[in-house]
């Protein structure tokens, strides 16, 4: 049941900065699967730092439960959503199309 709400709620996140930046229909949607995808890459890539760490003897994994492991991934799928996020943001912000006033006159 978490999985489904963060799901829905970083996919909604991502479709409504692409709304907010007037991007087309279909770029919402894809912007929405996009951002879904980073968070189970963010989560991969935690799984695999956790791991590389229990290979070293950090810290041990393997005698936890999966609701434990679910939630040591959570942050750092979370982590690679704001991340995409505010890269995304940033970029949008700064590629805002320029109209020019004049060019009704050219008709």
């Known amino acids: 049941m978490l999985g489904i709400l963060v799901m829905f709620y970083v996919g909604k996140s991502f479709f409504d900065l692409a709304y907010r930046f007037n991007k ?40 936890m439960s999966d609701i434990a492991i679910a939630f040591l991934g959570l942050p750092f799928g979370l982590l690679a959503c704001v991340i995409f996020y505010y890269l995304l943001k940033r970029y949008y912000s700064k590629t805002k199309t320029q109209i020019d006033p004049n060019i009704l006159d050219d008709i």
């Open 24 to 63: 087309e229909v279909w770029l919402q949607w894809v912007l929405g699967f996009m951002g879904i995808g980073m968070y189970y890459l963010g989560t991969f890539i935690g799984g695999v730092l956790l791991g590389v760490a229990e290979a070293y003897g950090w810290i041990y994994v393997s005698n």
